[in-house]
């Protein structure tokens, strides 16, 4: 699959802020940092901002942007209009978590159950937005049980990350942030290295004879194609990167993704507020490079049947 | 809208014969004269005469070449949207845009609400649709809603171009829910198949098998005078007879 820097800066941004949203709306249930209005004010600032910014991003994705509305329609029965519908309403309880906050300086009561309520609806948007691409059947790599984990697990850890390192910046920082941070990267790790061994060991179930009917006559193999130049469906759908880049570009996901930010937020408990806050910036740093190679990866790695019609042999 | 009718009045589709379609493009051209002017106009082409011309086309016709040795054929195989009777391409459509319409099953995208986020092409197993980059939406195949039930065609224009281009009568267009139309009862005689069943979307779309070749039995063990070798000298006289042999015995 084409991999679209629009849906990859979507899908990474949003998703950091989404599990951002998560960590601080967590923190302000169970009290576990101040109410300071400045730390909720740059929390909530990050988390909105990075969540704006992937909205309008996924907006360049689309060939007329400006009917983009019309996407909020068909959540009975469109995982896109779903995920669509849950980014925006997200908004509403964050943004009357993030007043009590900041405004009035505590996160109890009303205040509370918008904490409660901005975590359901944000794990749920990184859900609906997982649940998009493993839904489709015609993307075997992409429709397995583990495809949606990823996605709520990458940007709870993305959140996580950017939540120990402001509690940093702020001389906030805390332990358990840090074991969040390492714990939430650990289990991305595990779960990513399972999506490789998962797709890697996949059995190849669809062959051109059988996406051509034509296997009781013998081996399918194209003679000529339909058109000279690629068409949409090659374009869109025929992306291919070889083997052994691919092996190359998850070991740089496993080293800037995972690697450099749990070593970086480890070194936050270092007793010095220069070194703690270089490391953590330096794990935000990593995590936005390995979890954008990661995202660009998971399209270029999958394949889509149709690819059989235009000479692959299995998909 | 996105949610499928539960059932359709008529299952308006094509049956296409691999046997005799000889891969003439006749269709994908003609598909492509009359639907860049008719509904969802236009079909843009990019750089149409640059170094990478690419365009939106609702059909394509691909060739194969099918088995091994003597009895391996070309199968010229056109592919365009089936017109499936559970079509993911619609349920997955945010906007409401695609849709199965109750009264003929035609599957269709409608071009002034599609916001062009190509979801409907990736989740199709058949590549049936295709972005057009110039018209910001998707195209597909419409089984040339707007001649079928055109009455200001003549009687015998009102079925798909690409049906009325097909020179070998490759082509056929009918209701393949009555079982008593004419395609229904071509599919049944031919043993005629779906694509990918497996995906369960149900394709209303059938394809007929290319026949066994007479020949074929032939072909494991030649017995045309060339191979057995007795009264082939090489003259061409003896060359025009070996070609005569073989063009009467088929």
Not at chain 1, 235 to 263: C, D, N, Q
Request: hydrophobic fraction near 45%.
């Amino acid at each position: 699959m084409h991999p679209a820097y629009s849906v990859i800066l979507f899908t990474t941004a949003s998703g950091g802020g989404y599990g951002l949203l998560v960590w601080l709306a967590l923190a302000g249930l169970l009290d576990l940092v101040p109410t300071e209005p400045w730390l909720g004010f740059f929390g909530f600032s990050l988390a909105f901002a990075l969540i704006t910014a992937g909205l309008l991003s996924s907006t360049a994705h689309l060939g007329r942007p400006e009917r983009a509305w019309r996407a909020f329609s068909q959540w009975r029965t469109s995982r896109l209009s779903r995920e669509g519908v849950m980014a925006v309403a997200t908004y509403v309880p964050a943004g009357l978590l993030g007043v009590g906050w900041v405004f009035l300086g505590h996160t109890s009561g009303l205040f509370a159950l918008a904490a409660l309520v901005t975590i359901v609806c944000a794990v749920l948007t990184l859900y609906t937005t997982g649940m998009i691409y493993a839904s489709l059947r015609t993307i075997p790599q992409w429709h397995q049980p583990l495809t949606a984990p990823i996605y709520i697990v990458l940007g709870l850890a993305s959140g996580a990350i950017l939540l120990n390192s402001m509690l940093q910046v702020f001389g906030l920082c805390a332990a358990w942030s840090i074991w969040l941070a390492i714990a939430c990267l650990g289990l991305g790790l595990l779960l990513e290295a399972a999506y490789w061994q998962t797709i890697d060991g996949a059995l190849k179930q669809y062959t051109v004879e059988a996406a051509t009917g034509l296997g009781q006559m013998g081996k399918v193999r194209p003679l000529e194609r339909p058109h000279s130049q690629p068409n949409f469906v090659m374009r869109e759908m025929g992306y291919r990167i070889g083997r052994t880049h691919s092996l190359t570009l998850r070991k740089l996901v496993v080293w800037f993704g995972f690697a450099v930010p749990i070593a970086s937020t480890l070194a936050s408990f270092i007793p010095s507020a220069i070194i703690g806050g270089v490391a953590s910036l330096l794990a935000v740093a990593g995590a936005a490079v390995g979890i954008v190679l990661e995202r660009w990866l998971f399209f270029a790695e999958a394949e889509h049947v149709v690819s059989l019609y235009y000479g692959a042999d299995r998909a | 809208m996105t949610s499928l009718p539960a059932t359709t009045e008529k299952k308006l589709g094509l049956v296409i014969d691999l046997d005799t379609c000889v891969g003439c493009q006749a269709c994908v051209t003609s598909c492509k004269e009359w639907n860049t002017g008719g509904y969802s106009a236009p079909l843009t082409d990019q750089q149409p005469y640059g170094a990478d011309p690419h365009g939106a086309w609702l059909n394509r016709v691909h060739s194969y070449e099918v088995g091994d040795g003597p009895t391996s054929q070309t199968v010229h195989f056109p592919r365009s949207c089936l017109h499936c009777d559970e079509p993911a391409c619609v349920t997955v459509c945010p906007t409401g845009a695609s849709y199965k319409r109750a009264e003929d099953g035609i599957v269709l995208v409608n071009p002034d609400t599609c916001i062009g986020c190509k979801l409907c092409s990736w989740a199709c197993p058949y590549g049936a649709r295709e972005y057009d980059y110039g018209h910001g939406v998707m195209k597909k195949c419409t089984l040339c809603v707007d001649r079928i039930y055109n009455e200001h065609l003549p009687e015998e224009d009102r079925i798909p171009a690409c049906v009325r281009a097909c020179p070998t009568g490759a082509r056929h267009f009918g209701d393949l829910g009555d079982p008593d139309s004419a395609v229904s009862k071509l599919v049944a005689e031919r043993g005629g198949f779906d694509l990918l069943p497996e995906f369960g979307y149900k394709p209303v779309n059938k394809y007929l098998p290319p026949r066994q070749r007479r020949d074929a039995s032939a072909g494991s063990s030649p017995s045309s005078p060339v191979e057995s070798g007795s009264s082939a000298t090489g003259a061409t006289a003896d060359r025009l007879f070996v070609w005569l042999d073989r063009i009467l015995s088929r």
